[in-house]
């Protein structure tokens, strides 16, 4: 999930008016790809972080249809440091249990 996101991050970066990228498509797997991975997490995460993550990616894909791509990028980078910060604290290791 982070890295298909770092990667509509680079497409979005590259984007211009005449670039044929298809930056909806992906930002619609994108969004189908979390709602796969939410439906599990939600059993072992707090339900406020996910739709944290969830209202970020739907902001995403609104900034897209928009071609406001600066708004697009910032809402990716939400995305992904929640993405991180999540696996880092589910992450077993002894100073998550300490």
């Known amino acids: 999930m982070i890295a298909q996101l770092r990667e509509l991050r680079e497409e979005i970066e590259k984007a211009s008016e005449d670039t044929n990228i298809n930056l909806e498509e992906m930002s619609n ?3 189908t790809k979390w709602e796969e991975i939410r439906k599990v997490w939600s059993v072992i995460v707090l339900h406020q972080e996910l739709d944290v993550i969830s209202v970020s990616l739907i902001s995403m894909q609104s900034n897209i249809k928009t071609s406001e791509y600066n708004r697009a990028l910032e809402e990716i980078d939400r995305a992904i440091f929640l ?5 880092e604290k589910e992450r077993f290791a002894l100073r998550n249990i300490l």
Do not use: A, F, G, M
């Open 29 to 31: 797997q994108v969004h």
């Open 83 to 87: 993405l991180e910060d999540i696996v």
